[in-house]
């Protein structure tokens, strides 16, 4: 059997890993435009000096050998060819395969605001590239404007701020990090971030840039008027799938490749997985989960993904760690909202008739695991009589004869024992 | 592989195990008179809930073996050994995340209480032939089972 993977990314490197687990000797070859596998999720951490590029990876040394795995590396596909069943890259070369997985993942969006997509100084980070540059530029600037002030965007303030750059944060939300906090969690690390010089602005949208002769953003004008100086723009809102190579195929594609629970898309024998794929949040752990289950249907034994679940992000700044899942910000009465809050440790639960939609934890995210599978899978908790925030998996517990955890069937509205 | 069996119901919750689990974890020693349970650094990987019902359930690591914190490890700290069966936890690969904590079904992991920076993960007392929270165990509502993978 012949395995081709489009991509050494959380997706595309699991799908290897796992395919190599599940048949010995097929031959499996991943062709990515990265030379190097590393963890974008840490990318922040090499602009902030605290990684080098060696410990960004996040496979064991000597992975491609030790799995026997072909890497074609600095090659993107421009083209695939179903009925020869072959890919075409961009150095003109082809390559044949019996399954072909896509996990090329997605790049990183400029908005269409003035000037912002010609500025030379203006970055997104998505890849070590990028990360790179920024790293470089950072050395001799003063001020950054960052434009998104999503897990991306703080991540990236955060480093360059801890590298002596004056940082300000434009989000238009109604506060930072408004996909997963709420006003009061989001404020704890505007706090933290305003002390150490940070200026944040919120509501509000990047008018235009204004370049100096030499093409580079000296100010970031907002719709309200204000002037942000800088030597430097970071860009962190939104992505794109990065599947131009299928046209002509019959895969589908809106807004990213759709597939079923298989990762199969409309093509026979072409799969796909991670952030390329539709309709759900680009997070590692469904990557990773995506490139598994398709490696299993690529090689021949069934599994399909069992929760497509991507509405959870855990997050530190500051020391301050913070997990949110599902929507908290549910405004609507028929909701009930519960709050615990010492001023320091906050959490915060919001259900429905016994279903949990929404949480916050900050501070205090011991055990946390749990609300997120009761969450994702509308587990019901109207029957445990307890403190909400004391649920915890005792209160499922169930341990198999293999020593295994399972959750206790809990039917809505009855008391099962 | 091997794994540490929970009978719920011999369980009084006198927290031996958490016991056993922060002796054997004592950076100052491994014997239960050098345990200081004022030094904060001392916490143990285990921990024992009370469900709704005022029963006790002992939580301590499965090593499962469809990890959901291996799965979403973005650094490559947590992984699954394939031979022991051990899920395995590095804290020098760690990058704090927390993502293995937002993702373990069971409620088994948190950071450590100090700096918010390291898993308290069960790493089955690595070198030990009883690991010692099933050793501090003095019901028997832990013992060890030899399990097919």
């Known amino acids: 059997m012949k395995y081709l993977i489009l991509g050494a990314s959380a997706a595309g490197i699991n799908a290897a890993k796992t395919l190599r687990k599940l048949d010995k000797d097929g031959s499996i070859t991943i062709i990515s435009i990265d030379d190097k596998v590393y963890s974008r999720c840490m990318l922040h951490l090499y602009i902030g000096k605290k990684r080098s590029i060696d410990r960004l990876s996040f496979v064991e040394e000597y992975f491609f050998e030790k799995n026997n795995i072909n890497w074609i590396k600095g090659r993107r596909a421009t083209k695939i060819e179903p009925e020869k069943k072959r890919v075409v890259l961009d150095d003109g070369s082809s390559h044949e395969y019996d399954k072909l997985l896509i996990a090329t993942g997605s790049s990183a969006v400029v908005p269409p605001v003035e000037n912002l997509r010609e500025g030379k100084n203006v970055f997104t980070l998505r890849n070590l590239e990028d990360a790179i540059a920024i790293d470089k530029l950072a050395d001799g600037s003063e001020r950054a404007v960052i434009i998104g002030g999503g897990l991306i965007g703080i991540d990236v303030a955060v480093e360059l701020m801890d590298r002596g750059l004056k ?9 930072i990090l408004p996909m997963q906090l709420d006003k009061r969690s989001a404020n704890v690390y505007e706090r933290e971030l305003k002390k150490r ?3 944040i602005f919120t509501n509000v949208l990047a008018q235009k840039g204004v370049l100096d002769s030499n093409g580079n953003i000296v100010e970031v004008v907002l719709k309200d008027g204000t002037s942000l100086s800088a030597d430097m723009v970071i860009v962190a809102a939104g992505v794109r799938a990065n599947a131009d190579f299928i046209e002509g195929t019959n895969i589908k594609f809106d807004r990213g490749i759709v597939v079923n629970e298989r990762c199969e898309t409309d093509e026979e024998d072409i799969y796909a997985a991670g952030d390329v794929c539709a309709n759900k949040p680009g997070i590692w752990p469904l990557a990773v989960e995506e490139g598994i289950t398709a490696a299993y249907n690529m090689a021949g034994l069934e599994r399909k993904i069992e929760n497509s679940f991507g509405f959870k992000n855990s997050m530190s700044f500051y020391g ?3 997990i949110s899942i599902g929507n908290p910000n549910i405004d609507d009465e028929d909701y009930q909202i ?7 440790v906050y959490k915060k639960v919001v259900h429905k008739d016994g279903i949990i939609y929404g ?4 501070r205090d995210i011991s055990y946390a695991g749990v609300f997120t599978k009761i969450i994702a899978e509308k587990i019901p908790i109207d029957t445990i009589d307890k403190n909400i925030f004391k ?9 198999n004869s293999k020593g295994e955890f399972e959750f206790t069937k809990r039917e809505y509205g009855l008391k099962i024992i | 592989m091997r794994r540490i069996m929970i009978d719920r119901y011999k369980c009084e919750a006198c927290l031996g195990c958490v016991l056993g689990c922060m002796v054997e974890h004592n950076k100052k020693g491994k014997s239960i008179y050098d345990l200081d349970l004022e030094d904060m650094a001392n916490e143990s990987r285990n921990h024992v809930e009370v469900d709704y019902e005022n029963r006790p359930a002992p939580i301590i690591c499965r090593h499962c073996e469809d990890p959901e914190c291996v799965t979403t490890c973005m650094s490559g700290a947590m992984t699954k050994n394939e031979e022991t069966g051990l899920v395995e936890y590095d804290k020098d690969k760690c990058a704090s995340c927390f993502m293995c904590v937002m993702s373990c079904p069971y409620g088994v992991l948190k950071a450590d209480r100090i700096n918010n920076e390291v898993i308290m993960k069960c790493d089955m007392c690595s070198n030990r032939e009883v690991p010692r929270c099933v050793e501090f165990c003095p019901t028997r509502a832990l013992y060890m089972v030899e399990v097919a993978r």
């Open chain 1, 197 to 199: 010089g940070a200026g």
């Open chain 1, 167 to 175: 940082v300000d944060i434009v989000e238009m939300g109604p506060n």
């Open chain 1, 320 to 322: 301050i760690p913070t």
């Open chain 1, 338 to 344: 519960d709050i615990y809050d010492d001023g320091k």
């Open chain 1, 391 to 399: 649920i915890g998996y005792g209160d499922f517990f169930n341990i």
């Open chain 1, 359 to 362: 949480a916050i934890f900050q």
